[in-house]
């Protein structure tokens, strides 16, 4: 569904020169033998950006800055050219934040020159703008699950950093609002990750928090029927939640996950040099798997775990966290 992309851990993702890519791994059996191999997508002219949701029916959306605007872009139906979405009227920018089945999207439209950014979604209807929660002046898209539900996050000039998360229900009625900062991904049960300090979770408005232990600290990034992926910042290491009650399990040779499917597949990053992320890495359950590097270019970065199987994200040769956008799916040719 969602590409989950980071937060904290995006401004050290973002800053990639992969020089830890997979090597040969020694046990066929304690390996996914099958990789992922790679297919670059068209961009529109002039444009650059990265993938940050999926239908997982063959639908890839991001945010992509064409000739100087910020919008939102679509692949469909295993095509390689682009649909350019656009953005809100009377706004400067939209950037996709997530995509759920039905294939409506999530995200953020900005305009700069007031300071007023909104959460949309947008579908074959076009786009629609959410309401702000009463007492706050801005906000920002961070998911959307199978039954349609939005969260967000809403934030005050105050200039404090404060922020709390915001629900929009599908069945309609004004935003909920959950006092606590740091809201990451969203459930399809309504469930809310938090990864401020140590993640915690919300559902019907209770509380409890995601154990670390045995890792010392260890934050949650990516949420899918209850299992949850991130990582420890003790140890450096990516690690699965199998449950919300369950304790981390380290992901081998991962240094961290960042999205996960409704099957258990996620995606991450290899270790590098500290503090970067290298390329990234696949797991089903916490069994690696291989994907595949792009010819002509230093890194790959997915950040994508979609519902077919398929991961999503884009390569690159500068210092940037943007660049080509491309799909890996399993193949044996």
């Known amino acids: 569904m969602k590409r989950k992309a980071l937060t904290r851990a995006a401004a050290v993702v973002t800053a990639v020169t992969a020089t830890a890519a997979l090597g040969a791994l020694p046990a066929q059996a304690a390996t996914i033998g099958i990789p992922w191999r790679p297919t670059v997508l068209t961009t529109p002219s002039g444009s650059v950006g990265s993938i940050a949701g999926s239908d997982g ?17 679509s692949w469909r139906g295993g095509s390689v050219q682009p649909i350019v979405r656009g953005l809100p009227a009377g706004y400067e920018g939209a950037k996709a934040a997530d995509e759920n089945a039905a294939g409506t999207v999530v995200g953020t439209a900005d305009d700069w020159d007031s300071m007023v950014s909104r959460v949309f979604t947008l579908d074959a209807t076009g786009f629609h703008i959410k309401d702000v929660p009463a007492g706050y002046d801005y906000v920002e898209g961070k998911a959307i699950n199978a039954r349609g539900d939005v969260l967000g996050t809403a934030y005050k000039f105050s200039g404090t950093g404060d922020n709390v998360a915001v629900l929009w229900l599908a069945s309609g009625g004004a935003p909920v609002v959950v006092p606590h900062p740091g809201s990451r991904d969203l459930d399809d049960d309504g469930t809310i990750l938090f990864d401020t300090n140590e993640s915690s979770l919300w559902k019907d408005g209770v509380f409890r928090p995601l154990t670390s232990s045995p890792f010392g600290q260890a934050e949650g990034l990516s949420i899918r029927n209850g299992v949850i992926v991130g990582y420890s910042s003790t140890t450096r290491a990516a690690v699965r939640w199998s449950t919300p009650d369950s304790e981390p399990i380290a992901m081998r040779e991962g240094a961290i996950a960042v999205s996960v499917n409704k099957a258990g597949l996620s995606v991450g990053y290899v270790p590098n040099s500290n503090p970067i992320y290298g390329n990234s890495i696949a797991w089903r359950g916490t069994t690696p798997g291989t994907l595949l590097p792009v010819s002509g270019y230093k890194w790959f970065q997915a950040q994508v775990a979609a519902d077919d199987g398929s991961f999503a994200g884009y390569v690159g040769n500068d210092l940037i966290g943007y660049g080509v956008p491309v799909i890996w799916r399993k193949s044996a040719t």
Request: aromatic share 12%; hydrophobic share 30%.
């Open 57 to 73: 029916k063959g639908e890839y959306t991001g945010t992509f800055t064409v000739n100087g605007v910020t919008q939102v872009v």
